[in-house]
């Protein structure tokens, strides 16, 4: 499929299916891999490849996994193994600038999570384009949520099928509307404003420049969050008496379809802190990026993940830490209970260990947070990740708010 040529200037846009985790440690498989190689120059496609693969474990295929994307054990009970594919794979990938949606968080890391389980090195990118990030910043939400499904409604594309290669062909198509929607705007800015050719929630901003384009036109930012910080600084300058939890709802019948889809992108795969045996916790390095490396913890020997529910949290914008484009950051405090602070201790000193045994000499700071006088008031602050491409910055944690009668994301 692939041409050889020093000069690989083809974006490949790619995306992965993959079982669904359905229990804790469980992790994610690949069971399609699809690629089509785009000219940046024209933006048409030049060539495609796509494989159904074969797990190692065929029961990893559950019926949640079906119901997500279709792809049955009998489907692919006669395709290559990832081992099989991985050249190919390799080939289109490494030194190419890799495009899709999403795939800074998902389909990055389960490439690199494949090669490493047949112990190959992974490919890597000359630059990456995550749609998501993009669109969400230079697109604004105006087409709700930015998945991919989303936008293909938005823009009259038809469903989307969670199938490898129709979705990176409807990436593309999805982009190629964005941007001619942009140019259009840019070109008559102050007549599209003022017929509402402009959704109200487009707003765009990056990490050189904090301001967004709703600012720039004097328009309200929907999504400026000064008036919640002032609100809830008030709370937080209250006492902690005053403070209430108000437990969340509970989760509607899971076997329904809704939540059966919803399930594909929720905490399948997560420990309550009670699950956790303290003695099976290890630390290891795994790589991160470009010879970088990261603390890794496992429980069992598999990635820990904790999952904490109807927690007291406090919020609000933190003015004396910013972001790469010097604005405040949200600021989001958890109260931790006893048992999640006996494991978040056990992983800080384990990983604090693994640091200073690898020559590390940076100041290290405690997950759990305990003021003198209140040692049995512990809480924990959260540091959201930003996932960065290029230029623009967005939350690599997505925050709901879910509303008490309809249960939609807000």
């Not at 008030?234 to 006492?239: G, H, I, M, V």
């Not at 947070?369 to 230029?391: M, P, S, W």
Request: glycine share 6%.
């Amino acid at each position: 499929m692939v041409s050889r040529s020093e000069d690989r200037f083809e974006i490949a846009f790619f995306d992965v299916e993959t079982t669904v985790p359905t229990r804790p440690g469980q992790g994610f498989t690949i069971l399609e891999f699809g690629s089509i190689l785009v000219c940046p120059r024209k933006l048409v496609e030049l060539e495609s490849y796509s494989t159904l693969v074969r797990p190692a474990d065929l029961s990893s295929i559950s019926s949640l996994s079906v119901r997500c994307n279709g792809i049955t054990r009998d489907a692919v009970v006669s395709s290559p193994t990832f081992q099989e594919i991985a050249d190919t794979v390799y080939d289109i990938l490494h030194g190419r600038i890799w495009a899709g949606h999403n795939i800074l968080r998902f389909d990055c890391a389960r490439i690199r999570e494949a090669f490493a389980h047949i112990g190959r090195p992974a490919p890597e990118p000359k630059g990456t384009i995550d749609s998501l990030a993009l669109l969400t910043q230079r697109f604004g939400r105006r087409a709700g949520n930015m998945k991919m499904a989303t936008l293909a409604t938005y823009f009259g594309l038809g469903q989307q099928t969670h199938r490898s290669l129709d979705d990176v062909r409807m990436n593309l198509e999805v982009l190629k509307y964005c941007a001619t929607v942009l140019f259009l705007e840019s070109s008559l800015p102050d007549i599209f404003t003022e017929n509402s050719w402009v959704s109200p929630n487009a707003t765009t901003r990056s990490r050189s420049n904090g301001k967004s384009s709703a600012e720039k036109r004097g328009q309200p930012d929907p999504f400026d969050m000064g008036p919640l910080s002032i609100e809830v600084q008030k709370e937080l300058n209250q006492p902690d008496t005053t403070m209430v939890e108000v437990p969340a709802p509970e989760t509607p019948n899971s076997s329904s379809p809704a939540a059966a889809s919803e399930s594909c992108s929720s905490s399948v795969g997560f420990l309550q802190p009670d699950e956790v045996f303290i003695p099976s916790i290890c630390a290891s390095l795994a790589p991160l990026y470009r010879g970088s490396q990261r603390i890794k913890l496992l429980h069992k020997d598999v990635t820990l993940q904790l999952c904490c529910r109807h927690m007291k949290l406090r919020f609000g914008i933190n003015t004396k830490f910013f972001d790469h484009a010097g604005r405040p950051r949200l600021n989001i405090v958890a109260d931790a209970s006893p048992n999640l602070c006996e494991v978040l201790d056990a992983c800080d000193a384990i990983a604090q260990k693994l640091s200073v045994d690898s020559g590390s000499n940076s100041e290290w700071r405690p997950v759990v947070i305990r003021k003198e006088g209140f040692y049995n008031y512990a809480t924990v602050r959260l540091h959201i990740q930003t996932a960065v491409c290029g230029d623009i910055a967005i939350y690599a944690t997505e925050i709901y708010q879910k509303s008490l009668l309809a249960q939609s994301r807000g």
